[in-house]
Nanobody
């Protein structure tokens, strides 16, 4: 059974950092593009970052450019999201997603598998 398990969320003050992890099982991790999305209460799920299967091709949302970095370790079946200079508007549930494709996409409906999410709360 496919499972994506996010971890690393928590409560942090503005300006702080968090590192999210997403451990995948039940899939051949190295052939999936991976993405991070987030959803705040009352808002639509939005794209954060994505990375291609080989870790070279990445795309970041404009709202997080220069602050967040997506990376992956295929040997560990894990994708990461390093979040620096966090802002209160970054508060959301962060979801990991997987897509059987080489090229990354920002469109959530093109991802096949999703984790349950991890809460990130940034206080002011």
């Amino acid at each position: 059974q496919v499972q994506l398990a996010e971890s690393g969320g928590g409560l942090v003050q503005a300006g702080g950092s968090l590192r999210l992890s997403c451990a995948a099982s039940g899939i051949t991790f190295g052939v999936y593009a991976m993405g991070w999305f987030r959803q705040a209460p009352g808002k639509e799920r939005e794209f954060v970052a994505t990375i291609g299967r080989n870790g070279f091709n990445t795309i970041n949302a404009d709202s997080v450019k220069g602050r967040f970095t997506i990376s992956r370790d295929n040997a560990k079946n894990t994708v990461y999201l390093q979040m620096n200079s966090l802002k209160p508007e970054d508060t959301a549930v962060y979801y990991c997603a997987a897509r059987l494709a080489t090229i990354p996409t920002m469109r959530p409906n093109e991802y096949q598998y999703w984790g349950q999410g991890t809460q990130v709360t940034v206080s002011s």
